[in-house]
């Protein structure tokens, strides 16, 4: 299985960047597929996640209403939308995979997932 991280850059505040995840080895309508992201001297935290087997969509508080979450089942990639960029949105972002039906703390919660990718610097400039 491979997940590659792609898409990221430096931008400027209030800028908008879209960030792709391009899956090999597995199938993405069967995986929760979701996005963190982790600054530097902070934990990671979770950033967006969308359920395999549905479009069904979760957000951390800090991103909703300005990123957007989305699956390609024909290019088996994972997009997430950054618009209004913030300077505290810096960071690596990390796309990672999930199977099975997990629960909302779950999908929210990096340890749990199976697969990573290597991760795309996004930098926010004000």
């Known amino acids: 299985v491979q997940l590659q991280a792609s898409g990221g850059g430096l931008v400027q505040v209030g800028g908008s960047l879209r960030l792709s995840c391009a899956a090999s080895?597995?199938?993405?309508?069967?995986?929760?597929m979701g996005w963190f992201r982790q600054a530097p001297g902070k934990e990671r935290e979770f950033v967006a996640a969308i359920r395999g087997g549905s479009h069904m969509t979760y957000y951390a508080d800090s991103v909703k209403g300005r990123f957007t979450i989305s699956r390609d089942n024909a290019k088996n990639t994972v997009n997430v939308q950054m618009n209004s960029l913030k300077p505290e949105d810096t960071a690596v972002y990390y796309c990672?995979?999930?199977?099975?039906?997990?629960?909302?703390?779950?999908?929210?919660?990096?340890?749990?997932?199976?697969?990573w990718g290597q991760g795309t610097q996004v930098t926010v400039s004000s």
């Open positions: 080895g597995l199938t993405l309508t069967t995986y929760t």
């Open positions: 990672a995979a999930l199977g099975g039906r997990p629960i909302m703390s779950t999908l929210k919660n990096g340890d749990s997932y199976e697969y």
